[in-house]
T-cell receptor, first 111, second 113 residues
Framework: GDSVTQMEGPVTLSEEACLTI???????????LFWYVQYPGEGLQLLLK?????DKGSNKGFEATYRKETTSFHLEKGSVQVSDSAVYFC??????????FGAGTILRVKS | IAGITQAPTSQILAAGRRMTLRCTQD?????MYWYRQDLGLGLRLIHY???????GKGEVPDGYSVSRANTDDFPLTLASAVPSQTSVYFC????????????FGQGTRLTVV
């Protein structure tokens, strides 16, 4: 079945450091790919998405490119802030009735 | 403020008791979902509904039931709670399916003792 694998955390960075959170997927067909973010005590919010190969999703300084050849959708940000501290979830949609989530990666940014 | 409301926000429940988690959305979304979030496992789909009057089973449906009598409400019922159902439960909705953005409630933290 479809699955999403993302790097284990927690990831701890200093403010203004570069961030990469790896995400790879297994799916039949051509899924849509998403990054969701969960701030402390809140539900998940969509951060960015890409619906076809080579699409780049971007939002709030974060970017991710849909790489079909490597089945990857890595999340990147050039300069993180303390306010970026959260749990980040990579997910795919099989165009059906469910989102398949990765296990989540905790990001901690220190000032 | 438009969005999804879940109730209660947290609950401690004795094993064997019945419990209904409530979820209401005011965005007129057709599709609604229930997920459970467990450390190291991400979110797993319990049940979903593509439109009022229809429901379907997700990845981990055993021990849970849902109903969708109208567009706005999607309650999740645990008929006889067990400790393995201790989790954080999230309700979500989307307009036309999960290729579009899913909106999540703030979650219900349930502890079964």
């Amino acid at each position: 079945g479809d699955s999403v694998t993302q790097m284990e955390g927690p990831v701890t960075l200093s403010e203004e450091a570069c961030l990469t959170i790896n995400c790879t997927y297994t799916a039949t067909g051509y899924p849509s790919l998403f990054w969701y973010v969960q701030y402390p005590g809140e539900g998940l919010q969509l951060l960015l998405k890409a619906t076809k190969a080579d699409d780049k999703g971007s939002n709030k300084g974060f970017e991710a490119t849909y790489r079909k050849e490597t089945t990857s959708f890595h999340l990147e940000k050039g300069s993180v802030q303390v306010s970026d501290s959260a749990v980040y979830f990579c997910a795919l949609s099989d165009h059906g009735n469910k989102l398949v989530f990765g296990a989540g990666t905790i990001l901690r940014v220190k000032s | 403020i438009a969005g999804i409301t879940q109730a209660p926000t947290s609950q401690i429940l004795a094993a064997g008791r019945r419990m209904t988690l409530r979820c209401t959305q005011d965005m007129r979304h057709n599709a609604m979902y229930w997920y459970r979030q467990d450390l190291g496992l991400g979110l797993r789909l319990i049940h979903y509904s593509n439109t009022a009057g229809t429901t379907g089973k997700g990845e981990v449906p055993d021990g849970y039931s849902v109903s969708r009598a109208n567009t706005d409400d999607f309650p999740l019922t645990l008929a006889s709670a067990v400790p393995s159902q201790t989790s954080v439960y999230f309700c979500a909705s989307s307009a036309t399916g999960l290729d579009t953005e899913a909106f999540f409630g703030q979650g219900t933290r349930l502890t079964v003792v």
